[in-house]
């Protein structure tokens, strides 16, 4: 059964939020943005820019740590980072020596937790046996690669640089270098794709024995390539079958469905993304970068550094003005993220990371589990199966 004040009429208005205190901060990571990529990818709307000259990497380097100790220094971070994800782009486009001058430079500015997890981002097309054994000694120890399908005509058609041979290639690279927690990044719904593409893709994948595989649909985000120029893609039944079809094969291999598109072996799933859906801080730095920082007042701020590589390389990580977030709108700000995981979140959880009272979920909350969108086992609430097919709806029940 629902808790009791699901039930009890409020002595004040529901949008009107009830404080609490902040207790203890929440854990805090740190997301590196490297810019450059080999080529745009007709799909993508990452903050992502084709390599046109020889990279800056020195250069870069050194805005990322200047940026780093402004923002320890700005919002007084006594935190030690948790988990680093570096991400693009194509992050694997830089030299090893620029990672190892990187992470020598982060350690000095902040602490870092003893055995974190440091996540590289990586394009097949860039693998080398001694660079990502270096990339490794260095004490980068989880790497996402992206794939998106090993069919051969497939990655033409989404402008992928490249070939099914170097995907498999990729892999095996990684395993010699040392590499056994392993991210593999797959589309479904491609252009004009059967379902027989997608379970091939799963079926490689599995093969592969990787830790991780993100799996995920395909979409026409704004200005993008394919939004201006859409392909044709699968139907949403066709997309909706093989999707279950997929599934089903991930859990019989035994990848745990934690998330709406992350799928891992057991204990192995994303430290730093299951920081991000469960509501912790991260300093975002690099050219484009956002982050989100909780100060010690209870208010929660958000941080953006400037988008275009050439103003971050001059300007360095003096973005907008910081903003903070609107207290009507951190309810919503919190279940964006903590639904989206399988295991939901708890009231506690609620209540530590937004100082909020649990009344500020009402009404949408008991909306929600009326409507069979969202269930309680006693413990946690979490987005049923139709309420995960839908949760833009469930979203908005609670938009102030």
Request: proline share 7%.
């Amino acid at each position: 059964m629902p808790p009791t004040w699901l039930n009890v009429k409020l002595p004040y208005p529901a949008h009107v939020l009830q404080l609490i205190l902040i207790t203890r901060l929440p854990p805090l990571s740190l997301y590196i943005h490297i810019p450059w990529c080999i080529k745009k990818c007709p799909y993508c709307d990452f903050n992502s820019h084709a390599v046109k000259d020889d990279l800056p990497e020195a250069w870069y380097i050194d805005r990322l740590l200047a940026d780093l100790a402004q923002d320890c220094q700005r919002h007084a971070i006594d935190r030690p980072i948790s988990s680093i994800f570096i991400g693009g782009g194509t992050p694997s486009l830089f030299a090893p020596p620029s990672f190892e001058r990187l992470l020598q430079g982060i350690s000095a500015i902040i602490p870092l937790q003893t055995g974190l997890e440091i996540t590289l981002e990586a394009n097949p097309g860039t693998f080398e046996s001694q660079k990502f054994a270096d990339f490794r000694a260095l004490g980068i120890n989880r790497l996402s690669i992206g794939i998106q399908s090993f069919d051969a005509a497939m990655l033409k058609k989404i402008g992928r640089v490249h070939s099914a041979d170097e995907a498999l290639r990729a892999v095996d690279i990684a395993h010699q270098a040392g590499f056994d927690n392993i991210n593999l990044d797959l589309m479904f719904g491609l252009p004009e794709a059967g379902p027989d593409i997608s379970i091939r893709d799963i079926q490689t994948a599995i093969g592969l024995a990787p830790a991780h595989i993100s799996f995920y649909q395909l979409t026409l985000e704004p200005n993008t390539y394919f939004h201006k120029y859409p392909p044709k893609l699968p139907d949403d039944d066709s997309v909706f079958k093989v999707q279950q079809q997929c599934q089903a094969l991930l859990a019989e291999a035994g990848y745990l469905q934690y998330e709406i598109s992350a799928y891992s072996r057991v204990g192995r799933q994303c430290q730093h993304n299951l920081n991000y859906w469960q509501f912790g801080d991260y300093l975002g730095i690099g050219a484009g970068a956002h982050g989100k920082i909780t100060a010690s007042s209870g208010q929660i701020m958000r941080t953006f550094k400037p988008k275009k590589p050439e103003q971050y390389l001059k300007e360095g990580g003096h973005g907008e003005p910081l903003q903070t977030l609107v207290q009507k709108d951190v309810p919503l700000e919190f279940l964006m993220n903590h639904l989206r995981l399988k295991q939901g979140f708890t009231l506690a959880a609620y209540q530590q990371a937004t100082g909020l009272s649990a009344e500020s979920l009402q009404p949408g909350l008991s909306e929600c589990l009326q409507q069979g969108l969202i269930g309680f086992n006693g413990t946690d609430y979490a987005c049923t199966g139709q309420g995960w097919l839908f949760l833009d709806t469930v979203l908005q029940k609670f938009l102030s």
